[in-house]
């Protein structure tokens, strides 16, 4: 079962322009991590935050995370027509010891940024 | 540096035959994951391989099986394809079992 679910299901913006996906979970994490990808290929690993963390940045990327919420959001900046992809967001529950186990993917949100 | 290298990258087979997929790790990562992504839908786990053996396992049936050799690599068996058996087969790996997961590009299965 998909434990993330992101919402909106589809995003069209243009370039330039910024794009906010959000994503809902039901059980307590770790950590979350979001990840893109691109016509069914492989998926590329964003950003990482902690469950202790509220907010991080990575170049054009901001993600905030409220876990009395159990929601996350990914602010894309400046949007790219090469940053049209799948977004999802996954997950991690410490599985014992240092293991963080499975990640739990969502349905993902698909962007297109047109030029 | 090679990142995660899945094999093949394409492959039909029929209801009821059994197929094998590869994957290598990226270099200096110990853990491989496999995921099972259907059409338009998120990655679901499968199962998780750490010091050859399997550490946690996804909601999927004994025909999936897997293993992991001592230079990491691992493979992924399924035995008795069902057409809802299709899907792209993707291939992660970390290191410790912890933290952000390397994709490979996947294997498309298709079966007929």
């Known amino acids: 079962s998909q434990q993330g679910e992101e919402d909106p299901q589809a995003l069209s913006i243009q370039e330039g322009e910024n794009a906010t996906m959000n994503c809902s979970y039901k059980t307590s994490i770790n950590n979350l991590q979001w990840y893109r990808q691109n016509s069914g290929r492989g998926l590329v690993h964003l950003i990482l935050i902690r469950s202790n963390e509220r907010e991080k940045h990575s170049g054009r990327l901001r993600v905030t995370l409220d876990t009395s919420k159990k929601s996350s959001s990914l602010l894309i900046t400046a949007s790219r027509a090469a940053d049209t992809a799948s977004y999802f967001c996954?997950?991690?529950?410490?599985?014992?010891?240092?293991?963080?186990?499975?990640?739990?993917f969502g349905q993902g949100t698909i962007l297109t940024v047109h030029p | 540096d090679a990142g995660v290298t899945q094999s093949p990258t394409h492959l039909i087979k029929t209801r009821g035959q059994q197929v094998t997929l590869r994957c290598s790790p990226k270099?200096?990562?110990?853990?491989v994951s496999w995921y099972q992504q259907a059409l338009g839908q998120g990655p679901q786990f499968i199962f998780q391989y750490y010091e050859e053996e399997e550490r946690q396992r996804g909601n999927f049936p004994d025909r999936f099986s897997g293993h992991q050799f001592p230079n990491y690599s691992s493979e992924l068996n399924v035995n008795a394809l069902l057409l809802g058996d299709s899907a792209l087969y993707l291939c992660a790996s970390s290191f410790l079992m912890a933290g952000e997961l390397f994709f490979g590009e996947g294997s498309r299965l298709t079966v007929l």
């Open positions: 270099s200096g990562h110990d853990t």
């Open positions: 996954a997950t991690g529950v410490r599985a014992g010891g240092t293991s963080y186990g499975k990640l739990t």
